[in-house]
């Protein structure tokens, strides 16, 4: 849109989180409200107390949200409704205000889900997930829906068996993690992360060639674990990929409108480099 202006009918979204600033949300979704010429605009806001912030979608009239950490799990007594896979997930990080009723629903399994698909079948697969927090469970019960078979593989037994069992997933220890076979393994662990660039959930020397390995985290785009694993022959998927997919169903769900998703992937790509 040139010359676009903010105006009094501009509707207004948002993402809530403690910390934010370091948020790429708002550039992804400006630049795609921008690019389709919706009189929109997306703010990020700080939000320590999450009912305050629910309440102040409702007095001001914020059309939807993004909702980040540490509020996905308890803005969700805030809400009027969520939907069935935000519920078995437990985790909410979409909010959309429907003349004043709010809906809490979950795209962070649809946006892992997506970038899969980019590059691979899910069905019938075994797919071992790193991790036993909020991504893990909501990646794990993506994957199940879209009938592959779970394994959860965690450094804590207590989290990993609990997780395991909540979404119907066998359980392995990361350090038995060599003996387990699989055809996709995905790490949702901060490892790997800046400025923690050296640090890898397991040595990619181990994964075996022509497996499809993803890593959640996005900074930096190719991380140790994804380095390591295309150099022994495997298929990476990085972190971009699910943070944008899961911003093109925020998107879709609040305009109704058919996401710039190349435009969107460009926009937080330029802004990583």
């Not at 996709?184 to 400025?195: E, R, S, V």
Request: net charge neutral; glycine share 10%.
């Amino acid at each position: 849109m040139d010359n676009y202006m903010i105006s009094s009918s501009t509707e207004l979204y948002g993402v809530f989180g403690d910390p934010v600033s370091h948020s790429l949300s708002p550039v992804m979704h400006n630049a795609a409200f921008a690019h389709i010429g919706y009189d929109a605009a997306y703010l990020a806001f700080q939000i320590k107390d999450i009912r305050a912030g629910v309440n102040a979608i409702r007095a001001l009239g914020i059309k939807g949200v993004s909702i980040t950490i540490p509020h996905k799990v308890s803005v969700m007594e805030c809400l009027d409704e969520i939907d069935e896979m935000a519920q078995n997930i437990g985790a909410v990080n979409t909010i959309i205000n429907q003349n004043g009723k709010l809906k809490g629903c979950n795209s962070d399994w649809l946006g892992a889900i997506s970038a899969l698909k980019e590059k691979t079948g899910i069905s019938g697969k075994t797919v071992a997930i790193i991790g036993a927090g909020g991504a893990a469970r909501a990646i794990g019960f993506g994957i199940k829906k879209e009938n592959g078979r779970v394994s959860i593989v965690n450094r804590s037994s207590d989290k990993g068996e609990k997780l395991a069992q909540d979404i119907g997933a066998e359980f392995c220890p990361l350090s038995e993690i060599t003996t387990l076979k699989y055809d996709i393994l995905i790490n949702t662990t901060p490892l790997g992360m800046t400025p923690n660039i050296d640090t890898t959930p397991i040595s990619g020397e181990i994964i075996r060639s022509q497996t499809v390995v993803m890593d959640i985290v996005y900074n930096p785009l190719k991380t140790r674990l994804l380095k390591e694993a295309e150099e022994n022959g495997c298929t990476v998927i990085d972190g971009l990929a699910m943070f944008v997919y899961q911003g093109v169903f925020q998107f879709e769900l609040w305009t109704g409108k058919t996401a710039p998703v190349e435009v969107m992937r460009k926009t937080v790509r330029g802004k990583l480099r």
